[in-house]
């Protein structure tokens, strides 16, 4: 349509709140831009193709900077005729305009002016949680004062239409369309909790935050059934969009001192509700805090475990390594002996046999001695003796090499035994419960939040659906 209708000349205004659902060819079919805020990088993107591709000229870098630095009411306009694009603010109105009046407006103008003239077609309200299904007419185009003292916030529209049917669980009609926005009063509060133990390795910080739809006026929240999960809250923006509508504001949202006990009480919850569990192993001294996994503490512990069972077995063993150096020395040496006597054992032997067979010889020849007879025996004896010391060596090795042994095993057994006990250790790991103190609790939010909602006609019936919600 938009290529056609520049073929002949024709103009064509296209308006949207969702760039991401137009083609980047029909975009770059344009020739006049005029762009406000955009609230997805999506979107963003989206554009930048469409100009880059209208333009020809125009720096993508420059226009980003750009889009990116658009405040409320500030507009791009780009001109594929222009050079470069420029910035303009547009003006505020005289009086806060609700904009054409609609049938369901005189409907309300009557009610106003006390007319019997009831509105037809308008489903009842019911506020379920954070979405309306239905339209209310309490609303009005000034904003009701909130008491001093009680903080306000304005919830982004962070809703696309069809995403705002999603969360309603609605089907969208192709009919439905965007007659406004009306923002309804809840109650936000968010905090921002640290917890903190240095010998436990904790070091935690923690965002509790709660958004009430709905409050009963005695002032009494639950607040584990409100509790918001959603993004940051601290994105809240400080003023409604143009020409938004505003519902009433009841109790306890409109008492100074019902939100101050209310305040109070989120304080205390958020204290009960901020523990962290912490890992502790003291027989090894490691610690570790919610951020450490599983199987990193489990490492930690083994590496300790490992340290401490090797300074043991180090320290239990060294005197049996001196003992065992000291034994294995003397066997050494009685093993020298040993060859030495049985060197000389061999050497006393073959001199008796010498002795023997020249005392034979002199026997047979007439010519026996006294002093012949006299050296046989000596020899005899110091052979004899010879035998004594290679066997008493024997002796001495063998008795050495079973104390090598005995004190060998003493230490395998000293060694198996501090392997168990370190082993079991490794496993002995307890939890540890750390609970912030009341001056570690920091209040970020606390007060009324505008909560947007698209008031949307479809099928003859207008009613609204939330534009703010968690995606």
């Known amino acids: 349509m938009l290529r056609q209708a520049r073929a002949f000349g024709v103009g064509l205004i296209l308006s949207t709140q969702n760039p991401s659902d137009v083609d980047y060819k029909g975009l770059s079919n344009a020739g006049t831009w005029l762009i406000g805020k955009l609230q997805t990088e999506q979107d963003k993107n989206r554009l930048l193709d469409g100009l880059e591709t209208a333009s020809g000229g125009a720096s993508r870098s420059v226009i980003d900077k750009l889009l990116s630095s658009l405040g409320k009411r500030v507009f791009v306009m780009h001109n594929v005729h222009a050079k470069e694009p420029i910035l303009f603010q547009t003006r505020w109105t005289m009086n806060f305009l609700a904009g054409p009046l609609t049938r369901n407006r005189i409907l309300e103008l009557n009610q106003l002016a006390n007319s019997n003239v009831k509105p037809v077609g308008v489903v009842p309200h019911t506020a379920v949680a954070l979405s309306r299904g239905a339209y209310k007419s309490d609303v009005n185009a000034t904003k009701p004062p909130v008491p001093v003292g009680i903080k306000e916030y304005y919830l982004p529209q962070n809703f696309s239409l069809p995403e705002a049917y999603k969360a309603a669980q609605k089907t969208m009609p192709a009919e439905a369309m965007i007659e406004g926005v009306v923002y309804r009063p809840s109650l936000v509060a968010s905090a921002q909790v640290r917890v903190l133990d240095r010998k436990l390795g904790v070091d935690s910080e923690i965002i509790r935050a709660a958004l009430v739809a709905t409050l009963q006026k005695r002032g009494s929240v639950r607040w584990d059934d409100y509790a918001y999960g959603g993004h940051s809250l601290e994105s809240v923006e400080t003023a409604p969009v143009p020409s938004a509508r505003f519902g009433t504001i009841d109790s306890p949202l409109n008492d100074a001192k019902l939100m101050t006990a209310l305040q109070k ?93 020249e005392n034979v010889t002199g026997l047979f020849g007439g010519k ?57 250790v490794v496993n002995d790991i307890t939890e540890v419960t750390v609970s912030p103190k009341k001056t570690d609790v920091f209040i970020n939010l606390f007060g009324v939040a505008w909560m947007p909602y698209y008031s949307v006609k479809a099928g003859g019936v207008l009613f609204e659906l939330p534009a703010f919600g968690v995606q």
């Open 265 to 357: 009480d989120f304080a205390d919850w958020v204290l009960r509700n901020s523990s962290v569990k912490a890992r502790a192993n003291t027989a090894l001294k490691v610690f570790a805090g919610p951020d450490v996994s599983q199987a990193e503490f489990m490492r930690a512990c083994a590496d300790a475990a490992r340290d401490a069972r090797d300074k043991e077995i180090t320290k239990q063993t060294t005197p049996l390594d001196r003992q065992l150096k000291t034994l294995e020395d003397k066997l050494a040496r009685e093993e020298r002996e040993l060859r030495e006597d049985e060197s000389e054992l061999s050497h006393r032997k073959v001199e008796e046999a010498g002795t023997h067979l």
């Open 368 to 424: 026996r001695s006294v002093r012949r007879l006299s050296s046989s025996l000596t020899k005899r004896r110091q052979t004899e003796q010879a035998k004594s010391d290679v066997e008493e060596s024997i002796e001495a090795i063998a008795l050495f090499k079973q104390q090598i042994a005995d004190v060998e095993k003493r230490k395998a057994d000293v060694v198996a035994e501090i392997n168990n006990k370190w082993g079991n």
